[in-house]
């Protein structure tokens, strides 16, 4: 069954660094997602992406983040300056069609800023 | 403000003891709710989506159900691999929000 792959499962960065978070949706979704969760707390939605552009965001993503689809596969988010509150797991997900279609995660990716 | 809350936060069963989560919602314009099955150091796996009052529907021990203002995700004669994190989101006309989440353990 396909699946949504995120890379890397876990990434270490010092405080300021930027760092940038990668995700292969499923190949003929259309719809681009990003989310966080912070240890314990709920999945909170960061980003949608469709046609190439953002089509809806968030409160928490602010000029800190970016969001790009670099080629046909790919689908990076981009965070920089990073702070010690951006340690979470970051999530991204795919949906085939419409943006009320089931999304499809994958595994995330734990960040852990230092 | 759309609100999404879970309830109990966590459920502890017997195999074969049947139960019901609950997801409570306000949302503005309804687009879809959906279910999702979270394991330990994974992403949210997808179970159901929900559009409108009075749906159902069925996976094998599982069914949702939804109301104006509510949903229930039935277990019926749960097993030890039922065992997992039960998450529900509701779509409205903002973004996608997510509840808390009911930690469900099934006991052999």
């Known amino acids: 069954e396909p699946e949504v792959t995120q890379t890397p499962s876990h990434q270490v960065t010092q405080m300021g660094q930027e760092v940038i978070l990668r995700c292969v949706p499923i190949s003929n979704h259309l719809y681009f997602y990003w989310y966080r969760q912070i240890l314990g707390q709920k999945v909170e939605f960061l980003v949608s992406f469709y046609n190439n552009e953002i089509s809806e965001k968030s409160e928490i993503f602010d000029d800190q983040f970016s969001v790009e689809r670099p080629d046909g596969s790919n689908f990076t988010l981009k965070i920089r300056s990073t702070k010690l509150e951006d340690s979470a797991m970051y999530f991204c997900?795919?949906?085939?069609?419409?943006?009320?279609?089931?999304?499809?995660f994958g595994d995330g990716t734990r960040l852990s800023i230092l | 403000e759309d609100q999404v809350t879970q309830s109990p936060e966590a459920l502890r069963l017997q195999e074969g003891e049947s139960s019901s989560l609950n997801c409570s919602y306000t949302?503005?314009?309804?687009?879809?709710l959906f279910w999702y099955r979270q394991d330990p150091g994974k992403g949210p796996e997808f179970l159901f989506t929900?559009?409108?009052a009075g749906e159902e529907k069925e996976k094998e021990r599982l069914k949702a159900t939804l109301t104006k203002k509510e949903s229930f995700l039935h277990i019926t004669a749960p097993k030890p691999e039922d065992s997992a994190t039960y998450l529900c989101a509701v779509l409205g006309e903002g973004d996608m929000r997510f509840g808390a989440g009911t930690r469900l353990t099934v006991k052999p």
């Open positions: 997900a795919s949906s085939l069609g419409a943006v009320n279609q089931p999304q499809h």
């Open positions: 929900l559009y409108s």
């Open positions: 949302v503005s314009g309804l687009r879809g």
